[in-house]
């Protein structure tokens, strides 16, 4: 099985470290290629980024579709081309914010994202809104910390603990999903510090979520209705 991982960012990212971070549970069978755009923001963290990166996004997908990939990822919280490229292609599409809330909610009632800065929150808002799960996402906060600016692991870790307590605290959030595909080889850690707290809840992070999903859906034979993701029409 061959899943395409679509980098939807102009910038450079996707580190090795990140892509064994990524791949850890794939079968062994399975093959997990990396793209990316080279235009558009170096980075998502708002609907204008979104905007601007989804066409060069889609493209790549459905280019990936006629080399022969099983499922496509693109990698970044904010979906960024999804629907579009469900439209045109008969594969199976993710980006990083769905598949990780509805694994989050097999876990647990009261979700809470923690995702990079406050400029997405209103992003995300309207994709829990669309994909029908406002009674279920209870809290969105930030660690303010930019998406080029999430290698400082320590400080990074600090910051998800602290915000998750306070969402846990304050908003009876009972499981958490990281709210950015770049938040990698952090869950275990923050899942620690919270236990270390007293607080006992699944920490769910969005690029193991979603390939995971998307392997599961290749190997099932599954592809998105077109019922809801009707082909363009020519013009």
Same mark, same amino acid.
Request: hydrophobic share 40%; with cysteine; aromatic share 6%.
């Given at each position: 099985?061959? /899943?395409?991982?679509?980098?939807?960012?102009?910038?450079?990212?996707?580190?090795?470290? /990140?892509?064994?971070?990524? +791949?850890?549970?794939?079968?062994?069978?399975?093959?997990?290629?990396? %793209? =990316?755009?080279?235009?558009?923001?170096?980075?998502?963290?708002?609907?204008?980024?979104?905007?601007?990166?989804?066409?060069?996004? %889609?493209?790549?997908?459905?280019?990936?579709?006629?080399?022969?990939?099983? *499922?496509?990822?693109?990698?970044?919280?904010?979906?960024?081309?999804?629907? *579009?490229?469900?439209?045109?292609?008969?594969?199976?599409?993710?980006? $990083?914010?769905?598949?990780?809330?509805?694994?989050? &909610? $097999?876990?647990?009632?009261?979700?809470?994202?923690?995702?990079?800065?406050?400029?997405?929150?209103? &992003? @995300?808002? =309207?994709?829990?809104?669309?994909?029908?799960?406002?009674? =279920?996402?209870?809290?969105? +906060?930030?660690?303010?910390?930019?998406? @080029? *600016?999430?290698?400082?692991?320590?400080?990074?870790?600090?910051?998800?603990?602290?915000?998750?307590?306070? *969402?846990?605290?304050?908003?009876?959030?009972?499981?958490? %999903?990281?709210?950015?595909? $770049?938040? %990698?080889?952090?869950?275990?850690?923050?899942?620690?510090?919270?236990?270390?707290?007293?607080?006992?809840?699944?920490?769910?992070?969005?690029?193991?979520?979603?390939?995971? &999903?998307?392997?599961?859906?290749?190997?099932?034979? @599954?592809?998105?209705?077109?019922?809801?993701? @009707?082909?363009?029409?020519?013009?």
């Amino acid at each position: 099985m061959k /899943i395409l991982n679509v980098v939807p960012v102009n910038s450079d990212v996707y580190t090795p470290e /990140i892509d064994n971070y990524v +791949r850890m549970y794939l079968g062994e069978d399975t093959v997990l290629d990396t %793209v =990316r755009i080279h235009n558009g923001s170096p980075s998502i963290e708002c609907e204008f980024d979104e905007m601007t990166n989804s066409p060069y996004v %889609v493209d790549l997908v459905i280019k990936g579709e006629k080399e022969g990939y099983d *499922a496509a990822f693109v990698n970044c919280f904010g979906d960024p081309g999804v629907a *579009a490229a469900r439209e045109c292609v008969d594969i199976p599409v993710f980006g $990083g914010f769905e598949p990780a809330m509805l694994i989050a &909610m $097999g876990l647990a009632d009261r979700i809470g994202v923690v995702t990079v800065l406050p400029n997405v929150i209103p &992003m @995300l808002q =309207r994709h829990s809104s669309s994909h029908h799960l406002d009674k =279920r996402l209870v809290s969105i +906060r930030d660690v303010g910390i930019p998406v @080029l *600016a999430l290698d400082n692991h320590e400080k990074l870790c600090k910051a998800l603990i602290d915000e998750s307590v306070k *969402a846990i605290k304050e908003d009876g959030v009972q499981a958490i %999903v990281l709210g950015c595909t $770049g938040m %990698v080889d952090v869950a275990e850690d923050v899942k620690s510090g919270l236990y270390d707290l007293g607080y006992d809840v699944p920490i769910v992070e969005a690029a193991h979520s979603a390939v995971m &999903m998307l392997e599961m859906y290749a190997k099932m034979g @599954l592809k998105h209705s077109r019922l809801t993701y @009707l082909k363009p029409t020519e013009k």
